[in-house]
């Protein structure tokens, strides 16, 4: 496990360096930090924006090599070197104006690169498990897989969401490029720790030091939208990262002085919303719930104008590729407007419906058992500092979006996941509420002296509960891969997936199957069977008001040659009625486990 830690470290720490020389590289042309409200000694703002602007940039690249099929190892080598050879001497200029390496206090320097060094150990920790948690291996990393396969964006039709938003996709393909499937969730973890840098700098630019947000920022780790899929490959770390982005940067743009206020901070904010849409549809919603708040915010046309064009810009690419193959920009979930492609009206029916099952309820009384139910109870100081009276203009601007999003999410759906976009704002406004409320950090301070000193006491007390949290993360995850083929044999439909693998060659690359919807990825070839989409479960199934069961033999025969695949795996768990002797016919029983049975058509 150390040769992984180090493997898995020096690849982060190379794609963030890489992010960040592109990110200072844009400042310049951007006019980022030429007026900025944030204080010029703010280096935790400077590296977050940096390193967020030079990832949405990757993405980019990594987009047109996949638009144009050359998705592979060396295309992508000599990108990168193209790039950061172009970026590098005006990034150099950059570092040299913006006082990156200037140290006024070698002990504050020291804790600063030390509370960094864990952070970003905490994040990457968190990767070191085997694959399996239910979106990643139903669709997420198969989608990057199926990227990186063809080198080049290919439609899987029987994917549950083949057309969606893929930013994160992109580095999910570029992990597994460089390192399987654990550097494949370490990219999906890695925007934790670029919002990290983001938190505790909005942390000493608000409150004037850097621990609640360092707090905040190892709490997050705990909460709802992200401990469930903590380390696995999902889209939603990165969603989040690029919503945080662009709420501070609003904060930035709205918090310069009228006469002074210039755009730059509001195309970051709109890029950075553009990166969130083309990662999510709950980024688009966030960017267009953003662009409401500058539409407020200032009622100044050229401004939303602005912000409009920099959302379209990077946040497009995706809408238009699945207008172009199915003539619905959102699908599916636009399919009662544009049409409808590889759903159908009942498929859309059921994915609302499953949807209505979340959360606690509409009404607004019941806010405390849906911050409860989404366990984000501590967001709920976020709320109270809502009230607060003398608050300055970059917090109103934060809380402003927070609460704009939070009620877009309270009616629509209270899935907890995808409160994802205001993770970081709502625990960062928890801990401002605190600061307000109870003191421990006053707002002003007649003495210094003694201040400082219970600053630098408070600060190693902080650094020494983040390496505890580190080390308790690095004893689990050293468990869990240490079982890593024991893990995985656990997982559902693992062992019946990888059987078939082996098939492949005699059988072909495609396999029907009926209950494992989310074992996708452990299969090398096209899975078909899903509740949704043109291999939809109902074509396979007989259901009466108690259960389903497959359909009979002879039916089931006639599904595998319309799909043109020989194999089917069932799950006995999903439908224990079913009998494999009853398929004796037409098929061959090659495996018969725990959870399930793999037969294959004569």
């Known amino acids: 496990m150390v040769f992984d830690l180090i493997r898995v470290h020096a690849a982060a720490s190379l794609f963030l360096l890489h992010c960040a020389v592109l990110g200072f590289a844009l400042f310049k042309p951007m006019g980022l930090w030429t007026s900025s409200p944030a204080p ?19 993405i980019a690249a990594l987009f047109v090599l996949g638009l144009i099929g050359w998705f592979s190892g060396i295309a992508v080598l000599i990108t990168g070197l193209v790039l950061v050879m172009a970026a590098l001497p005006i990034a150099m200029k950059q570092a040299r104006v913006l006082h990156l390496f200037h140290i006024t206090s070698r002990s504050a320097a020291v804790l600063d690169v030390l509370m960094v060094l864990v952070l970003l150990f905490t994040a990457m920790i968190v990767a070191f498990h085997p694959p399996g948690h239910w979106d990643d291996t139903m669709y997420q990393l198969p989608l990057a897989r199926d990227t990186l396969q063809h080198q080049g964006f290919v439609l899987n039709e029987y994917l549950r969401f083949p057309l ?11 992990g597994l490029m460089l390192g399987g499937d654990l550097m494949a969730q370490t990219f999906a973890s890695i925007p934790l720790f670029i919002m990290a840098l983001g938190s505790i700098g909005a942390s000493v630019w608000i409150m004037g030091t850097p621990l609640p947000g360092a707090i905040a920022s190892v709490l997050l780790f705990t909460l709802g939208p992200i401990k469930p899929s903590l380390g696995y490959a999902y889209i939603d770390n990165g969603l989040a990262l690029f919503c945080w982005g662009a709420t501070l940067a609003f904060a930035l743009w709205l918090s310069q002085d009228r006469g002074k206020r210039s755009y730059g901070w509001l195309i970051a904010a709109g890029l950075l919303a553009g990166a969130a849409a083309g990662s999510k549809y709950f980024g688009g919603a966030f960017a267009f719930l953003l662009g409401v708040c500058v539409v407020l915010a200032r009622r100044d046309g050229k401004a939303s104008v602005v912000y409009g064009l920099a959302v379209l810009l990077t946040g497009s690419w995706w809408y238009l590729r699945s207008f ?24 859309l029916l059921r994915q609302k419906a499953e949807q209505a099952t979340h959360g606690v309820s509409l009404n607004p009384l019941y806010l405390w058992s849906t911050l409860k139910e989404a366990n984000v109870i501590v967001w709920m100081l976020a709320f109270i500092g809502l009230v607060l009276p003398r608050t300055p203009a970059p917090v109103r601007a934060l809380q402003f979006v927070f609460l704009a999003y939070f009620v877009f999410w309270f009616f629509v759906t209270q899935v907890t996941r995808y409160l994802a976009p205001i993770s970081a704002v709502g625990t960062l406004l928890s801990f401002y509420t605190l600061y307000r409320c109870v003191g421990l950090l006053p707002l002003a301070a007649n003495n210094k002296l003694a201040l400082n000193r219970r600053g630098a006491i408070a600060s190693y007390i902080v650094l020494a509960m983040m390496v505890i949290f580190a080390a308790n993360r690095y004893d689990k995850y050293h468990k869990e891969t240490v079982q890593w083929d024991a893990i995985l044999s ?3 439909g693992y062992t019946l997936f990888k059987k078939a693998n082996t098939l492949i ?17 452990y299969f090398d070839g096209v899975v078909i069977g899903d509740w949704f989409g043109p291999g939809r479960y109902s074509s396979m199934l007989d259901c009466n008001a108690q259960r389903c069961t497959p359909v009979e033999a002879e039916a089931m025969k006639q599904q595998l040659e319309k799909f043109g695949s020989r194999m089917l795996v069932v799950s006995t768990q999903q439908y224990p009625d079913f009998n494999p002797a009853a398929y004796a016919h037409y098929f061959d029983v090659v495996l018969q486990a725990d959870d399930g049975v793999l037969l294959i058509l004569r």
């Open 40 to 58: 010029d000694s703010n280096r935790y703002l400077k590296w977050f924006f940096a390193i967020s602007l030079g990832c949405l940039a990757n």
């Open 490 to 492: 656990q997982k559902p």
């Open 324 to 347: 172009v193959n199915s003539g619905d920009p959102v699908h599916p979930a636009g399919g009662n407007y544009f049409g409808f492609f590889l759903w159908n009206a009942d498929d």
């Open 505 to 521: 060659p005699e059988y072909g690359d495609r396999l029907v199957q009926l209950g494992f919807e989310n074992a996708v990825y």
């Open 164 to 174: 969606f938003p893929q930013n994160i996709n992109l580095l999910l393909a570029l």
